[in-house]
T-cell receptor, first 111, second 112 residues
């Protein structure tokens, strides 16, 4: 089955700086890569996703890049704000629609 | 519109007891999923259902069972709870044409 690895497990950044989270996947058939944000005590919520026919996607301060050859994808958050503090999960799936999640990255934005 | 709901919010359960976690969605989504979330392990798929009447096993199915009698409901049953099933359980649903999974608020389960 699919194996998704996520790094780093924790990330502390100064407010206004950028944050980058990286994930690798094992199944070359994977073609959908969402990112979820989970605030403390809340449910995971989709923040951005990318499909395998696209190399990069942006939505305001967040962007995701995908390198299919190397089987890795990354989340970039620019101009970080205190409300960006949360746990972020990457995931991957193929045409069976089941998601395999990374272990998560706890992001802390220091004021 | 409620979206996706779960019950109970939290539960303390004695080992060996039977427990059913409830999940209901009103979005008419085809697919539904059950995950468990443990610190450092992320979200792991327990069981899933692509459409009413069908179910499948995920990554960690042992000790759990599910049913999908209709589109809206997807209960998860622990036949005989063990302490290792202490976790936060999330139900999710998706329209398979869209692929986005929407999560419920979660059930926090403690098995003693």
């Amino acid at each position: 089955g699919e194996n998704v690895e996520q790094h780093p497990s924790t990330l502390s950044v100064q407010e206004g700086d950028s944050a980058v989270i990286k994930c690798t996947y094992s199944d070359s058939a994977s073609n959908y890569f969402p990112w979820y944000k989970q605030e403390l005590g809340k449910r995971p919520q989709l923040i951005i996703d990318i499909r395998s026919n696209v190399g990069e996607k942006k939505d305001q301060r967040i962007a995701v890049t995908l390198n299919k050859t190397a089987k890795h994808f990354s989340l970039h958050i620019t101009e970080t704000q205190p409300e960006d503090s949360a746990v972020y999960f990457c995931a991957a799936s193929s045409n069976d629609y089941k998601l395999s999640f990374g272990a998560g990255t706890t992001v802390t934005v220091r004021a | 519109i409620a979206g996706i709901t779960q019950a109970p919010t939290s539960q303390i359960l004695a080992a060996g007891r039977r427990m059913t976690l409830r999940c209901t969605q009103d979005m008419r989504h085809n697919a539904m999923y059950w995950y468990r979330q443990d610190l450092g392990l992320g979200l792991r798929l327990i069981h899933y259902s692509n459409t009413a009447g069908t179910t499948g096993k995920g990554e960690v199915p042992d000790g759990y069972s599910v049913s999908r009698a209709n589109t809206d409901d997807f209960p998860l049953t622990l036949a005989s709870a063990v302490p290792s099933q202490t976790s936060v359980y999330f139900c999710a649903s998706s329209d398979t044409s869209g692929r986005t999974q929407y999560f419920g608020p979660g059930t926090r389960l403690l098995v003693l």
